[in-house]
């Protein structure tokens, strides 16, 4: 009987850059996985909704899918780095955690707070982020409301309520006199949503476009705006409230919007909310994503793996975990139990 390969699926231009060496979590994974003895190819990811090229009797770990199949995982970094996704739903706004309603009261406060604190201070003081950012100089977005403006790629079309320009004339709308602060997106500058916040800069003296860190507009912010952007999601490191027009799988942790009576509700009562942060990020991050950098990683993907019901040939030294159920087993994380 043939062994069952693991095949990983990754843009062309990631495949002519890389090779069979893989990047991220598969640099580690794949050679891990090779060691004992289960066969690792790397492969063009083929169309977006095309399954034919998926074989059965391998597994499949999709770079950036949204594909649903009893062998394969969705994957892809989770806002930060090193935590990644493999998700049987997709990734970002198409994983299962934007169905999933946590109860974070289970999680530990002092782990919670020692977590946010050990990340997010990381994250602020080196002024990260998804996209090469400017260098951080001072917080300027006291009491502003920040909005980051994404264009029109695939995920954003597929996540978004409303288009960004609606989304612009209802922040200015409703501001109640604070100070919006823009932000384009470094990869898509020349939107018609970017020319469309010139107009509504150049018409109102308390909104301006800047391009400043992130991380200097997110520091006291009375909230961020977007459609699903992770630069909303850094914000939460912040404990700056998030507003999205859009799908996000964060949405646990933020207030989405679907219609402008809701724009003008989030957008007067978005502070009155008392969001978990530091609980719902160790949740998040912790609990449901993979760490590429983590040394039982190997151990983790082929305890995933399994979960599905697909048997790799090859068994995870983790214990499993005697209060799952079946249906946990399918559906949840990694399933790290002594965090």
């Given at each position: 009987m043939t062994r069952a390969?693991?095949?990983?699926?990754?843009?062309?231009?990631?495949?002519?850059?890389?090779?069979?060496?893989g990047f991220g979590l598969y640099a580690s994974l794949a050679p891990g996985l090779r060691r004992r003895g289960v066969p690792v190819a790397f492969v063009e990811r083929p169309g977006t909704t095309d399954l034919t090229h998926y074989t059965k009797t391998d597994f499949h770990l999709v770079h950036h899918g949204f594909l649903r199949r009893f062998n394969l995982l969705n994957t892809g970094i989770a806002y930060l780095w090193p935590y990644w996704y493999l998700d049987q739903r997709g990734v970002l706004c198409d994983s299962s955690l934007g169905r999933a309603r946590p109860d974070l009261s289970t999680i530990p406060e002092d782990r919670a707070k020692a977590f946010f604190a050990r990340v997010g201070g990381r994250l602020k003081e080196k002024g990260q982020s998804k996209h090469?950012?400017?260098?951080?100089?001072?917080?300027?977005?006291?009491?502003?409301?920040?909005?980051?403006?994404?264009g029109l790629s695939d995920p954003v079309l597929r996540s978004m309520a409303m288009m960004e320009t609606e989304m612009l004339e209802l922040v200015v709308k409703h501001r109640q006199g604070r100070r919006v602060l823009i932000k384009l997106h470094p990869k898509f500058p020349n939107t018609i949503a970017a020319a469309h916040a010139e107009q509504v800069a150049a018409l109102n003296k308390d909104v301006e476009i800047v391009d400043a860190n992130v991380h200097d507009l997110l520091d006291?912010?009375?909230?961020?705006?977007s459609i699903c952007s992770g630069a909303c999601f850094e914000g939460l490191f912040h404990k700056t409230p998030a507003i999205l027009f859009g799908r996000a799988d964060f949405a646990g942790c933020a207030w989405n919007v679907e219609t402008a009576d809701a724009a003008e509700r989030a957008l007067t009562e978005i502070r009155q909310v008392p969001f978990e942060y530091e609980r719902f990020?160790?949740?998040?991050?912790?609990?449901?994503?993979?760490?590429?950098?983590?040394?039982?990683?190997?151990?983790?993907?082929?305890?995933?793996?399994?979960?599905?019901?697909?048997?790799?040939?090859?068994?995870?030294?983790?214990?499993?975990d005697p209060g799952a159920t079946v249906a946990q087993l399918r559906t949840d994380g990694p399933g790290r139990r002594n965090l």
């Open positions: 390969s693991l095949i990983i699926h990754v843009p062309r231009d990631m495949l002519e850059r890389h090779g069979q060496e090469d950012q400017p260098p951080r100089h001072e917080a300027m977005g006291k009491d502003a409301i920040v909005v980051f403006l994404q006291g912010a009375y909230c961020s705006v990020l160790f949740w998040f991050l912790q609990r449901k994503m993979f760490n590429a950098q983590d040394a039982l990683l190997v151990d983790r993907v082929i305890h995933r793996i399994s979960r599905t019901g697909f048997d790799l040939g090859v068994t995870s030294e983790l214990a499993p």
